[in-house]
Each structure stands twice: as structure tokens, then as C-alpha cells.
């Protein structure tokens, strides 16, 4: 294991490394090629006009990287299996995140009890995006209630847009989104859509330190791009349609 990579036990595509300034490829300490989704070069989306309610994730033709944040006797066996297995409880509603720094802020840096193992967990696209279009939104949002309470109650999956992070936690002007499975969507995440869980609570740590040390951690964190979607799809987790900056 080399500093930086940190590797699912199950797949090879698991992974979780660093760009250097000076490769524009993916590469590991030792100069050999990682291919970590959710390290596809790192850099933060400074200076883009960030729409108010957008997707940002580290995704690439088939995947995407989703985050969440255990206990030991959760991630361990996570880990291991290459997916989610008893004492992980499929009857809770289960909260995956694709913005790192809101996970950060979620867990205090794996800091927070009961969430000091933080998973980077690849999904198929097609999964995220069946979740995406079976949810509801949290709140009515300004829908009709009674059309919103109907969807609420057969929805399987809840959509929270909530301020994104910066390193030290401070909310900024623009959301980030934060998709709840419970029911059927939380069977087809654990049994279908997961391709590649790493532990990447080491990488949380150096990251956490340089904070700290009040260092510049652009080039320590994924780069997020905005995330896809058809225009009815966006509108329906109440999306931003336009790219009118916030």
C-alpha cells in the first residue's frame, strides 16, 4: 500500500490516489499508473460560476464516487466484502454523499463518533441516476403539497440540497446535493449498483493535517465535475435548468 493510494481489497478499479502537478495522468509515489475514479486529476472548481443546485462528483463513462462515513464494525467488513454486510442494517435509510468536502463537514474530518472510517464507494451510473429519478425532495420546495406528499410517501429515495463546504467547513453560495435510500433503492445500491468500495480515511487524515497546518489543499482534493443530467431529470430533484451562476 503506498501513501496516497488507497485500494479497494476486492477490485482493482477501487481506488483513491493523487495527481501530482507534475503528471497529467494518474499516477502513484512509485511512478506507476493508479486508476482511481475519484482521483481523475485533483483540483478544487475555484473561479467557476457555480450554479445555485448542481451535481458535482468524480465520475467517469460507467461510475461514479459517492461518500459515507462509518464505524470500524460497518467499513471493516465493507471493505472486505466489496460491499455492505451485516452489522450495516438495510431497514435505515442510508445517506450517500458526491461532494467530498460535505462529507467532510458530515464527519468532522472521521473525527465524529460512529463515522471515523470514511468510504469512497464507486456506483454504476445507471444505478445513480435510477436513484436520482425515483426521489423526492425533502421539502415541497414550492410544489403542490398534496401532489408533493403523494410522491414522498412512494418515493424510495429523499433528495436534500444543503450549502457545500469548503475545507474549514464554512458554508458556501451554492448547494450540494445529498441522496437518501431506504426501501428498494437501498437493496439495489448494496446488491447491484456498487462496483468498488476503498477506505480512504488515511487520505481524510493527511488531508485533515494540512488543514490544520493552514496549507493550500487544492491539489489534495477530487476534482468534482458537474454531473450530467437530461433536463427533466434535473428539474424533477429541482436542479438548477440554467447555468445562471449563483
Given amino acids: 500500500m503506498h ?16 495527481r501530482t502537478a507534475t503528471s497529467p495522468r494518474r499516477m502513484r509515489l512509485d511512478g506507476r499508473k493508479c486508476g482511481c475514479r475519484a482521483a481523475d486529476g485533483f483540483a478544487t472548481l475555484n473561479g467557476m460560476n457555480t450554479p445555485y443546485r448542481q451535481i458535482r ?57 460512529g463515522q471515523t472510517r470514511v468510504l469512497a464507494i464507486d456506483i454504476s451510473r445507471s444505478g445513480f441516476e435510477w436513484a436520482l429519478g425515483h426521489a423526492c425532495l425533502s421539502h415541497p420546495d414550492g410544489a403542490d403539497r398534496d401532489a408533493w406528499a403523494e410522491r414522498l410517501q412512494r418515493s424510495p429515495v ?21 441522496i437518501g435510500l431506504s426501501g428498494e433503492a437501498v437493496d439495489r445500491y448494496v446488491d447491484e449498483w456498487i462496483v468498488g468500495i476503498s477506505d480512504i480515511t488515511g487520505r481524510v487524515r493527511d488531508v485533515h493535517a494540512a488543514v490544520r497546518e493552514g ?32
Avoid at 488507497?6 to 477490485?11: F, N, S
Avoid at 433528495?159 to 445529498?178: F, G, K, M, T, V
Avoid at 468534482?224 to 445562471?244: F, K, Q, S, V, W
Wanted: hydrophobic share 40%; charged share 20%.
Fill in 3 to 18: 501513501r496516497w493510494c488507497y485500494v479497494a481489497h476486492h477490485r482493482p478499479r477501487g481506488r483513491f490516489t493523487e
Fill in 57 to 113: 462528483a468524480a465520475y467517469d463513462e460507467k461510475a461514479v464516487t459517492v461518500y459515507q462515513a462509518y464505524d470500524p464494525a460497518i467499513a471493516g467488513p465493507a471493505v472486505a466484502a466489496g460491499r455492505f454486510v451485516p452489522p450495516f442494517k438495510r431497514e435505515r435509510m442510508t445517506w450517500i454523499k458526491p461532494s467530498f468536502l460535505w462529507m467532510m463537514y458530515r464527519c468532522g474530518w472521521a473525527v465524529k463518533p
Fill in 158 to 178: 429523499r433528495i436534500q440540497w444543503d450549502p457545500e463546504r469548503d475545507p474549514h467547513h464554512n458554508a458556501l453560495p451554492y448547494r450540494s446535493i445529498q
Fill in 215 to 246: 496549507r493550500d489543499v487544492t491539489g489534495l482534493l477530487p476534482v468534482e465535475r458537474p454531473y450530467p443530467l437530461p433536463t427533466p431529470l434535473a428539474a424533477a430533484i429541482g436542479a438548477t435548468l440554467d447555468n445562471t451562476p449563483v
